[in-house]
């Protein structure tokens, strides 16, 4: 099956901005819903924002007011900028149809730490 792949984590410092991306070779990519999901060492995997196939996006509060969720259907691409970064967004950070129905892929890490 295609995976889905991120990128784009890193080790930073609180209050920076990171923005990871997610593509997904798949030809019906602009006919979904997506979803950005992270999962913090010890604590289920949870929705952060997503993005409807005209580009509403919808955001968690773990991240509201700081996150920025965008795609691009022409390169099958999922965005994520995550301004102002706490400790508390350290997780693995996914990609995925809005419910998950795709094939998760191995994530990208996100560390906040000083």
């Known amino acids: 099956q295609v995976q889905l792949v991120e990128s784009g984590g890193g080790l930073v410092h609180p209050g920076d901005s990171l923005r990871l991306s997610c593509e997904r070779p798949e030809v019906n990519f602009e006919n979904e819903n997506l979803g950005w999901f992270r999962q913090a060492p010890g604590k289920v995997r949870e929705l952060v924002a997503r993005i409807s196939t005209d580009g509403t996006p919808r955001y968690e509060d773990s991240v509201k007011g700081r996150a920025t969720v965008s795609r691009d259907n022409a390169k099958k691409m999922v965005y994520l900028q995550i301004d102002s970064l706490k400790p508390d967004d350290t997780a693995v950070y996914y990609c995925?149809?809005?419910?998950?129905?795709?094939?998760w892929g191995r994530g990208t890490q996100v560390t906040v730490s000083s």
């Open positions: 995925n149809t809005r419910w998950g129905a795709w094939l």
